[in-house]
Structures are given as C-alpha cells and as structure tokens.
C-alpha cells in the first residue's frame, strides 16, 4: 500500500514465456498488495511460469484480443478491491521499477491516471524504439495533442497507472478489443475531466520483447486518427461516437472469469 491505497498490478499476456519472470523480479512486492496476470490463449508456456511465480492468473478460453484482456485485467483487480491499478506489460520493454512512483502519484492525489512516457526524454531511440515507431509516435500525439487540447509527450505507452474510480466510471465496455482500446481509454479519461500526470520511462527494444507489426501498426495509427476526430466532435457536441455517448456500457464486473490456480 502506499498511503492507505491498495495497489494491484495487472498484466495483459500473450505468449510472455521468455520475460515474464525478469519483468516479475521487479516490481516492489513491498509496496504492490496483489499482482494480476491475464492470458490471451498463449501457444508458449506462460500460465505455467506465471502459476511457478505464484502468481494469480486467468486464463481467457480463445484469444479475445489485448483490449479484451486488458478489461479482464480490470474487472480482476476491481474484484479484488483495489483502490490503484498499475498494467505493466509483461515482455520487460519498461521498467516495473517505476511502480512505486507512479502509483504514488495517484495515491497522494496528486492525479487521477499516470502514464510512463517513453518521449519526455528521448529514450524511445536510445532503447531501440525502430525510426519509423518513433515519427508515427510523434506525429500522432502531436495530431491528438491538437484535436483534444492537451500537451501529452505521447498516447501511446503501455506502462500506465489509474485510480479505480477511473475504471469504474468509464464506458470501457463499449471500447474495442483490439488494441486502439489504449487510445480510447486515454480518450474517455481526459473527455471525463480526469488528470494524467506523465513519468519519463526508459524502454527496450530486443527479439523478445512483444511488438505489433507494419499491418497492424498502420491499423492502429488510423484507429488514433479516428478517435482524435471523434473526441473533438463529442466536445464540441456535434457528433458523439458509441464510447462518448451517455450510458455507454461500463465494465461487466459480473463477467465470468476463469481463475487457474495459483
């Protein structure tokens, strides 16, 4: 705990066999109260590492996409009553080091959601982010920055912090399953009036380390696109998409969930 809050570390897994236990090593056992794992029907032996860790691991019976596990990932840590939730990937391309402070951040109330930024510093290069990765980050968080009226370094980390409030009061239920889910989530927050606080994080790039491909990162680039136009236009109440409009569905923290054992 850090200031009374209970923290809970969730981590969305697709075939993690080789990193999964040097990102475990790492995180501050000390300060994070339950660690939550998630499996995507990975083909390599990830639920057997992750059961060895002790680790408590659920184990999705298709694979249901990485935003459908990162909201499996939620509905977990809810259940377990967490008050911060931390989604650290779990390949080891950031540092789970960083923990502590971000979810210190939100636990002195300082702000709502953290993200750990590869940007703020220029490690994304220096960490072999590819050149191509690099400019689409910038160009896309500029593109974003402008239509939502923030000065965020980037959107798109996937080492980021949020209070439970967050997860409880945003539509992500309505939010895709693929992985533009990141982009929607950090979206709601900040259409909800939330704060996201930014950390500068090292990162790195190696054979191991998960990474989507030129396909599916073009997919995702237009995805970020399409959301920006949207927040814009549900802002300016011209036009408001199914994750912007009220009542859109929240998580379905009765959703069935197949536990493994620890």
């Given amino acids: 705990m850090i200031n009374g ?21 790492e995180i501050s056992k000390n300060v994070v109260d339950k660690i939550i794992l998630v499996d995507d029907k990975s083909s390599d032996k990830t639920i057997e590492v992750a059961k060895k860790l002790g680790i408590t691991t659920i184990v999705h019976k298709n694979n249901l996409g990485y935003g459908a596990n990162q909201k499996s990932c939620y509905i977990a840590a809810l259940k377990e009553n967490a008050d911060i939730v931390v989604m650290l990937h779990p390949d080891y391309q950031y540092t789970p080091k960083l923990i502590p402070a971000m979810a210190s951040m939100i636990a002195y109330g300082e702000y709502d959601a953290v993200i750990a930024s590869r940007m703020l510093t220029g490690s994304a290069l220096k960490g072999g982010m590819p050149m191509y990765k690099y400019i689409s980050n910038k160009f896309l968080t500029i593109f974003q ?20 409030e967050i997860l409880k009061t945003l539509p992500l239920g309505e939010c895709d399953n693929d992985f ?5 989530m950090l979206a709601l927050v900040l259409y909800y009036g939330y704060t996201i606080g930014e950390i500068s994080c090292p990162t790195k790039y190696f054979p191991d380390a998960s990474s989507i491909n030129l396909k599916r990162s073009l ?11 949207e927040y814009l236009l549900a802002n300016l109440g011209i036009y408001k998409s199914k994750i912007f409009i009220q009542n859109a569905k929240k998580l379905d923290l009765n959703a069935q969930l197949d536990y493994c054992s620890n």
């Fill in 5 to 25: 809050k209970k923290i809970a570390v969730i981590m969305p897994a697709y075939n993690a066999e080789k990193t999964l236990e040097m990102t475990f090593g």
């Fill in 145 to 164: 920055n402008i239509l939502c009226g923030k000065r965020l370094s980037e959107y798109h980390s996937g080492f980021r912090a949020f209070s439970a």
């Fill in 180 to 184: 533009i889910f990141d982009n929607q």
């Fill in 219 to 229: 997919k995702y680039g237009f995805g970020v696109l399409g959301v920006s136009i």
